[in-house]
């Protein structure tokens, strides 16, 4: 069973906006994110002024969920900015969302602006462990996910397809994850938000995925791990997918050696590929933790963040 509507108004303001409309308007942004006026006061400048490649961490991963301590945590390991999450899922019919209540989410943009950390996306982690494709509260949860994006000013949502909804398992349920995905692109176009997804599908094969569901707001969100995990080249998959589908990237493999140290990653050879590409934006440190100490937090993510750092931000390529 798949129920769900077939829209779910947003706001009465959703409807406004075309697809023209919303097609002009990405064309005239950058994928560094939003101009300090569509920041919400984070103290953004314009992103000509940015770095090529930024570095952000995943405030889950640094074992702070949805708090205000994220900031200074990301901050104190070198991080530009912030993926910050929409809470726990389990069996409810939507996240267990702080950032819904607005002095949370003041509490949030002033704690960003503090410590010059961006929010770069906002995560629906969940459904690395829930059903993307079968939950029958799905249009819910991205509505309530979009919401939240605005409220925060943030163009990036995070979707992964976990295991429950992996295509590469089963491919059955395509139908119902491209028809879902079609409703997030609804939601997100009149919002400006691009809902970035992650699958473990061959880049082919996500293009045909992107292909069907037919939005400039639903795009690759790309993750190293998931190619090494399956046998694949990053750097081909990276150019079969083309900048244009790509919005951000989840740069790390699956733990167990930190990226400086992974035999797996060629980090210098992956950004001259994204530079042919074109391609500016995001990297986001979520795993590749050493496995002698996978919760030293400060060690572990420091020092991804440093290398990441150091390869991508060379201020003679990056600018």
């Known amino acids: 069973m798949n129920p769900q509507p077939q829209s779910v108004p947003l706001s009465p303001e959703a409807h406004g906006p075309s697809r023209r409309r919303f097609l002009k308007q990405l064309g005239g942004l950058t994928l560094l994110g939003w101009t300090a006026s569509r920041l919400g006061g984070q103290g953004e400048s314009p992103a000509a002024s940015k770095p090529r490649y930024r570095v952000a961490v995943c405030d889950w991963m640094i074992l702070q969920r949805q708090k205000v301590r994220a900031f200074s945590l990301a901050r104190e390991l070198g991080a530009d900015g912030l993926e910050v999450d929409m809470g726990p899922l389990g069996q409810r019919e939507t996240f267990d969302n702080a950032l819904a209540r607005p002095e949370v989410q003041a509490e949030f943009l002033a704690a960003a602006r503090e410590h010059g950390v961006a929010i770069c996306s906002i995560a629906m982690s969940g459904f690395y462990a829930q059903s993307f494709a079968e939950r029958p509260t799905v249009a819910r949860m991205l509505e309530d996910a979009v919401r939240t994006a605005r409220a925060l000013g943030v163009r990036v949502l995070f979707l992964p397809l976990g295991v429950p909804s992996d295509l590469q398992q089963n491919p059955h349920l395509r139908p119902a994850v491209v028809e879902r995905l079609r409703l997030a692109a609804r939601l997100a176009e009149p919002a400006g938000v691009v809902i970035g997804v992650e699958t473990s599908l061959p880049a082919a094969d996500e293009v045909r995925l992107l292909e069907a569901v037919g939005s400039p707001a639903v795009r690759s969100y790309f993750n190293f791990a998931q190619a090494l995990k399956h046998g694949r080249d990053v750097v081909t998959e990276l150019e079969t997918l083309g900048a244009e589908r790509l919005v951000q990237i989840h740069a790390t493999n699956e733990d167990g ?3 400086e140290h992974d035999p797996g990653l060629d980090l210098p050879r992956i950004k001259r590929a994204l530079d042919r590409l074109g391609w500016r ?16 937090v400060r060690a572990n993510f420091g020092a991804n963040v440093a290398y990441l750092k150091r390869v991508f931000q060379d201020a003679s390529e990056s600018r």
């Open 281 to 296: 934006g995001w990297l986001v440190v979520e795993r590749s933790r050493d496995a002698r100490n996978p919760r030293d």
């Open 257 to 259: 050696v930190l990226l």
